[in-house]
Structure formats: C-alpha cells, structure tokens
C-alpha cells in the first residue's frame, strides 16, 4: 500500500511492534542499501535482490525507482523483509517511487530515511549511465557504491576509473563483477605459491584469455576479461601508457602487446555461462604452462592445471559457483572496505584497454 | 621470493601442500568431524595445492573402501549438503589408507614409503602434519615409530616441516598431563605440537577478543571496580551418549571444566595481549591460569559442588540416571556436574567472585559467561533526591540502590550465539519504574547463515603452522595445577549422595547455595 513520505518511519515503527507481538526477532541493522532503478523493468529484481541481502545480512533497503512523466511526486511503501511469509522480520524494506520531476528530490529523502551512523551503500541497478546528476548527488551520502560492470561496456572501465578518482576516498567503489572475478584470480594465484612457479614469471611470453561475450557486443574484451586484464598488468608493473599498448583485433579475438607479452582474447559463445563470464585462462612461459577452464559439462567447476619443470602438482577441479546477483551483492557488502586492488586493476586496465575501447566523450567527432 | 598474485586478495597468504595423517583414521572423530572439515575446506578451495590425506589405523581397508566410508560421513555430517559430486571425485582422489598396529615398526616403514611416494606425485615435499585421533595411551608408541621411521622433521629445517595435532584429553591429572607432555617434547619441540580444544574454534570465542580488545568502551569496565561477579555455564542437555566407559575415567570436571571451560575463563580475564600473535595472546591466558587461587584443604568442600544426575526426564520424555548408562558402574561416583567458586588474584579481579558451572543432562544444551556490573552506588532515584509532586513519589519503586538491578552483559556462545546487554529503563508511565531490559546481538539475525565450523578453522591455522588457537603446554599444565588438588580432595571425600539432580534440572540445589551465600543467583538460561 503506497504511503506519504513522512509516515513511513511511523510505519516501520509499526510493523516492528506488530512483529514483536508474533516473534522475539531483535530489530538490528547493520546499514543502509539504496538500490536506484532507473528502469522500472528492473524493479523486481532489485527488490529480489535486496531481500536475499537482509537474510544475509540485516539491513535497511530502500528501492527507489523514477518514472518518467506525471506529476512530481514521491510515494512510499513500508514493509518488512522476511525470509519467508512465515519467518521472521529481518529489516526495513522501503520502496520509494518518484514520478516526474520528483526524481530530482530522491537523494535529500533517501539522506533522511537513511538509518543514523551506519554506513550507506548506493547500488546502481542496470548500466550506468555516463552522466547522471541523481547518482551523482546521490554520492554524497554514500560509504560505498556497487555497481555491475558486467552490464557496462568495455570503455566504461574508464568512467569507473573516474568515479574511484571522485571518490577521493570519500566512499569505496565495489563491482559485482570483480566480485565474480575472485575465485579466479584465487585460481591464477595459486598457479605461483612456490618458488619454482614464481621464479617462471620472468618469462611469461603469452597470456590466453578466453570469454563468453554479450549478445552483439563487439568489445575487444568483455569487462571482466577487462578486469581480469588489468590485475594482471597491475601485478606485473607492465607499462599502460598508449605508446607502449599495441593492439591487433579480428572479428572473433583480439591481441593486445605490452611489456614483452601478448595478452589474447577469445570470444566464445556458452549460453549456459553469463554473458561476459571468463571461460578459460592460460599463462606461457619459457618453459611452463599454466591453465584454468571452465568445464564443459559443468560450468561451474573449473580445471586447473600447471607444468613447471621439477615441480609435481597435480590437476585439480575446483567448484567456482556462478552466483547470481543477490549472493554477489552480498559478497560484496560481507566486508565493505576500500578494495586497492580493485582500484588499481580498474587503473591498469582502462588505460591499458582505452586503444581499442575510447570513451564515447572522447571520440573524434563526437558532440 | 613472494608470489605477486596473492597480493591484495583474500587470502593473501598460501600454506605449504603437504600430507594429512590421521592416527586412528577408522573412528568417529575422522567420520564425523575430521574428513567433514578438510572437505568442506576443499569445497571452499581453501586445501592447499597437491595436498593429500593418509588415514592409518588397524581395521584392513583398500583406498577405495576407505574412501566409501569417509564419503558416508561426509554425506552425514558436512555442514554442505549434498556432496558436490565434482569436488568429492578430487578430493577422494586423494584420499589414501594404510593399515597395521601403531605398534610395529614396520608398519611405520610403509606408511613413510607411502608419503613418499604421495610427495613425488603430488609435490607435497616432505611436508607432514599429524593427527593423532587415538587415545593418549598410544601416543608414546605412534611418536617413538614416528620419529624411528625418519618421519619427524627437525623444526630447524627450512625445507620441509612437521606439525602434529593432539586431541584432548591432555592427560588426566598433572602428573600425567606433564608425562604427556615430556612424552610429546621427545620427539617434537613445541611449535610443532598443536593441542586442539574446538572450542576456541569457535567463532563466538574468538568474539570475545573482539567485543574486549576491538571496542573501548568495555575494556575500562572490565575490572573490580565495576564488576560484581562473573558467571559461566556450560550446559549440556544429553547425557553420556554412549560414552560410559570414556565418562567414568574422566567426568565432567576432566571433560569439560579443566579444557573448555577454563578457556573460556581465560579468554574473559585475560590481560590485552601486545599483539594478536600466538605466543603474546597465549603468555596473556596463561597468566590467567597462574592467577586463580587455588582451591585445597577445606576450601573443596566450601567453593565446590560435585552432581550425579539421576532419572528425570527431557521435555517430557523420561531419561535414565547416569548408573543407568550403559558401561557406567550402578556405584559409580563420577561427576556428571560441577560447579565452583573461583577467584583471579590479581590486580584486575582481586575479589570478584567467579562462578562456573559444566553439567550434562542440564535443563538446556546453552553456553554463556556473563558479567555481572555492581549496583548502582547511590539511589539518586530515590524520594528524598527528587522534587516530585507527592503522587508521583508514592509510586516510586525504586527506593534503594540495591533494588535497582544491576546490568549484565551475557555473551552467548551456543546456541543462538551472541551478545546481549541487560540495563534499566524506566516502565512508561507517571510512576519512575524501572524494568530490566535487553538489547540484544545475534549473530544468525546479522549475519545469517552459518560460518565454518570449529574444525574447518583450527585444521585451516595448523596448516599455516599458526598456533594461536591451540593450547600451549605450559598452559595445559597450570589448568591440571589448579584442577588436580580439587580432584584429589574429592577422591579423598567420597560424595555424600548420589546421585544428587535429577536429569533435565539446573543441578544439585547445593550449586543453588554455593552462589546465594552471597546474596546472588544463577542466570535463569
């Protein structure tokens, strides 16, 4: 039931007291969630998404979509979030729903329902625009943002890039999909964990990425391989300014030289894996190999496997979840933290990536 | 040279591949809670590269029959369910078995040629971590074969290491606690040895550090000037569970109080460490040990309670006595409750009472310490201190400080595990009543779902070689020096009548008069 604004405290006081009568259910919050909608056919998996969060995490959600058109206005819904309709509540579910030029008063409301001295964190649901004065204003208030890069393009590495710079520490950016990218990276690293495997490194000619890309998407590279991408160059101090990145693109890979390596990308069509999703990472050296695939048969599961000479490991497989987007989102809010890596990778691979993936603003020509 | 790839991640370090050995692999700790962990360690990658398991015990097995019975448990006890069919098929693949009595040689000659051969083929490089599933009585034979058999890492090596884990009960008195000891140091210096007590494994434990040492406004009350007593309960509600023969050599003053309980007590009176480090966090618990006053002479009788439950029943169902168990003499005189009054002679605590208390077939399976502040010092609440209006002062209920009741922080460990604040607000209202109320942390209602269990995290530390978890010898040996006069004192003085609780109670009413002599009470739980 759609209610004013200001009654909404009142009503979440409410329905925590009607809850106190049937459960012995501790009202506790750990933060505020702001997901900002900015397509309403995004609505219900926002909401889904949140809801699955506060089970894992208690907190305070609140959704906020803009309807284009109508009168300007904000309305409210008040609920509380439970696991199931029978278990207990677990926190506030507030939607906020702006219609005309109503958008424009979100962030001083979101601010006000926000719960006092505990973090906010600001999820921008669905791409993210390259201007967007709400999400902007809507910073202010943020300890942390999430976004999904996943559902941006390769170039977007680069307005990412500049939303960390912004941030000047103001508040810690998260992405899904380097959330996603973890275990992999967990994956490549334990590639190096002896001497002998390390010591390889300084010959490592080639590295082989291999990934599913979106539908029509002509990206060199999806964003996480994008990621992916930059880490490694973070790792290894290889040289991103434009002069010293060669690129060579074809139709279905691309090449990209830096510091003595080539870095391939393949696209390869798995509909069973989420587009954009890493299929297969291979590291040459001189005289060792090192592989990740992900299984044909299960895509979940990942096959790992290293020669390196003198050094006995043997292959193992090793469960790499696709999770979707409400474990994702909680990962990432389990321990809200200024990620450097992150912020590095992003560094590395937008420069890195800028050759062959500019920014729209930045384009010869473009208004 | 450091791997640049775990920079920055989660886990920034990696431990060394070596081999599991389980001593007495065909028991119920390896089915239940030994293969369950390292399996759900796996299934969360956490098991490093190459690494392998060796179960060694008597019962003739193949690897493959072996591994059937591992996966039954694991498919009964792994907090993960079911079996992920893709990680089970790895993680058997590297399971192995070897067979013979712990007392012949020869068996040790083939167990090391087996790991060998595992370290050629997995690149575990003579990597070995023990684990010693079998009673203490054997682990002088399986150290002597150990060490013969050329098994024993020195801990000076650089190349490869040794670690070697011990399950409780470490000895049963200090005599043979020390002998175990002397026992283990013949073959393995202390860094080596890894003394497991699950219950540090336990989350919630490790919080305590967390809520004392991570907050600043606890740590200035935590001392005598604004603490009364300190309260700790480790309840359980089943009984013996077939374990008659274990319980009548140990009791619950062996099994739980001289391990779980004390450590507890040590991780709520400790001094803060310099640093989370193994040795300053373990220098620090023990201090506490060396501190409580000891309990002989005439005291034994005065500061503790031994109970026996009898008959009764557990939620409505009827339950025998403890001489009813099977395998418990129908005489037996074991303690299947203890309580006590404690005291820390130290700056910090000089005088505060500390009442413990460890049970079975209690009212409730609950684990909780409790602080207990003192009263407010002046009834600023009071008539004569207020200017109210002739009305209101009639109705007030508050007329002494001593009436006020005092708060209470209770930190839950198990079940429901977290932390609650017990303090007074004033009832609504023109009268200034107060009423005791709470403010309440779960975990479950934060945090939601359930974190590794105690064994996933001590098995995870022992293979970083961290052993900050795990109980020192030193440490072992004060708990048995206050525990063994008391156990002593008691041999000497059969108990009067037992048994003296019925099953599904608080215990005897004389753990009821032990702490009301002072003008206090239990928790009700």
């Not at chain 1, 790792?235 to 030289?257: F, K, M, Q």
């Not at chain 2, 907090?79 to 013979?100: N, Q, T």
């Not at chain 2, 020195?154 to 606690?177: H, Q, S, W």
Request: charge should be negative; hydrophobic fraction near 40%; proline fraction near 7%.
């Amino acid at each position: 039931m759609k209610i004013p604004l200001e009654g909404v405290e009142r009503a979440i006081t409410k329905l925590w007291e009607e809850e106190a009568t049937k459960s012995s259910a501790p009202r506790l919050e750990l933060m505020t969630v702001v997901a900002l909608v900015s397509d309403a056919r995004l609505l219900d998996r926002a909401k889904k998404a949140v809801n699955d969060l506060v089970c894992a995490q208690a907190a305070r959600t609140i959704v906020a979509v803009s309807l284009p058109g109508g009168e300007a206005e904000i309305t409210a819904e008040a609920a509380l979030h439970r696991r199931s309709p029978d278990s207990p509540a677990r926190g506030d579910a507030i939607v906020l729903e702006a219609t005309g030029a109503g958008r424009e008063w979100l962030p001083e409301n979101v601010d006000r329902l926000a719960l006092p001295d505990l973090p906010v964190c600001i999820w921008w649901v669905g791409d993210l625009p390259d201007h967007d004065d709400l999400f902007d204003r809507l910073l202010g208030i943020a300890d942390i943002v999430v976004v999904n890069s996943c559902e941006m393009d390769l170039r977007d590495l680069e307005k990412l890039d500049g939303l960390v710079s912004r941030s000047r520490d103001r508040f810690a950016l998260s992405d899904l999909t380097w959330i996603r990218l973890r275990p992999l990276q967990e994956l490549i690293a334990r590639f190096f964990d002896d001497e002998a495997a390390t010591a390889c490194l300084s010959s490592l000619s080639r590295v082989h990425v291999t990934f599913t890309p979106r539908e029509n998407e002509q990206d060199a590279a999806s964003t996480q391989a994008g990621l992916l991408f930059g880490w490694i160059v973070h790792v290894l101090g290889l040289p991103t300014d434009p002069a010293g990145v060669r690129w060579h693109r074809e139709s279905t890979w691309s090449e990209a030289s830096l510091g003595g390596i080539v870095f391939r990308f393949d696209r390869e069509d798995r509909p069973e894996v989420p587009c954009g999703s890493l299929l297969g990472v291979h590291f040459e050296c001189e005289s060792a190999r090192f592989a990740i695939e992900r299984q044909k048969d299960d895509p979940d599961a990942f096959r790992w496997s290293r020669e390196v000479p003198g050094v006995a490991a043997p292959p193992q497989t090793f469960r790499v979840a696709i999770h979707d987007e409400s474990t994702l989102l909680i990962r990432c809010l389990e321990r809200p933290k200024h990620d450097r890596l992150l912020e590095a990778s992003l560094r590395a691979g937008s420069r890195a990536v800028r050759p062959v993936a500019p920014r729209l603003s930045s384009r010869p020509g473009a208004g | 040279m450091v791997n640049p790839f775990r920079a920055g991640l989660e886990t920034e370090r990696a431990c060394l591949p070596a081999v599991f050995v389980i001593f007495g692999a065909s028991g119920d700790l390896t089915r239940r809670k030994l293969i369950p962990a390292l399996y759900n360690l796996a299934l969360s990658r956490l098991l490093p590269t190459g690494m392998s398991i060796v179960g060694f015990a008597l019962p003739e097995m193949t690897d493959e029959q072996f591994r059937a019975s591992m996966r039954e448990g694991v498919a009964q006890f792994s907090r993960r369910k079911p079996i992920d069919e893709v990680v089970w098929e790895d993680f058997a693949s590297r399971l192995h078995y070897v067979s013979g009595k712990f007392e012949d040689p020869a068996n040790f000659a083939r167990l090391r040629e087996a790991l060998e051969q595992l370290d050629r083929k997995n690149g575990t490089r003579g990597n070995r971590i023990y684990y010693l599933a079998i009673p203490p009585s054997v682990f002088p034979v399986v150290n002597d074969n150990l060490s013969k058999a050329g098994l024993v890492a020195d801990p000076e090596d650089g190349n490869r290491y040794t670690r070697i884990i011990v399950e409780k009960p470490f000895g049963r008195d200090l005599a043979t606690a020390q002998a175990l000891n002397a026992d283990l140091h013949r073959v393995f210096a202390e860094e080596q040895i890894f003394r497991i007590d699950h219950y540090l494994g336990k989350e919630t434990v490790q919080n305590i550090v967390a809520l004392r040492f991570g907050n600043a406004i606890f740590e200035p009350l935590w001392n005598r000037n604004h603490i009364d007593h300190l309260q700790i309960t480790v309840a359980e509600d089943i009984g013996v569970e077939g374990r008659g023969k274990f319980y009548e050599e140990a009791g619950a003053m062996r099994d739980i109080v001289q391990n779980h309980l004390l450590q507890l007590l040590m991780v709520t009176a400790m001094e803060p460490p310099v640093s989370f480090t193994a040795d300053e966090v373990r220098d620090e618990k023990v201090k506490v040990l060396r501190a409580l006053r000891p309990i002989v002479g005439p005291d034994i009788a005065k500061l503790t309670v031994r109970g026996q439950y009898g008959p009764g029943n557990m939620a409505g169902h009827a339950v025998a006595g403890y001489r009813q168990e099977p395998n418990v003499s129908p005489e037996s005189n074991m303690d299947t409750f203890v309580a006590m009054q404690l005291e820390v002679d130290n700056w910090r605590f000089a005088g505060v009472p500390i009442f413990v208390r460890a049970g079975k077939r209690l009212a409730r399976r609950v684990t909780e310490i409790s602080i207990h502040f003192k009263h407010v010092p002046h009834a600023v609440l009071a008539p004569p201190s207020m200017s109210l209006s002739p009305t209101f002062q009639a109705d007030l209920r508050v007329e002494d400080a001593s009436r006020v009741d005092p708060d209470v922080l209770a930190i839950r460990i198990q079940p429901d595990e977290g932390i609650g604040l017990r303090f007074v607000a004033k009832v609504p209202g023109p009268s200034m009543t107060l009423r005791p109320v709470t403010m309440d942390f779960r975990y479950g209602s934060v945090f939601g779902g359930s974190g590794p269990e105690a064994y996933e995290r001590l098995i995870l530390d022992a293979l970083f070689g961290d052993p900050t978890l795990f109980a020192r010898a030193d440490e072992v040996s004060a708990a048995w020096r206050f525990i063994t006069p008391i156990l002593q004192g008691w041999a000497k003085e059969p108990p009067e009548k037992f048994p003296n609780y019925a099953a599904g109670t608080w215990g005897p009413r004389r753990a009821f008069d032990l702490i009301e002599a002072g003008g206090r009470a239990w928790r009700r739980l």
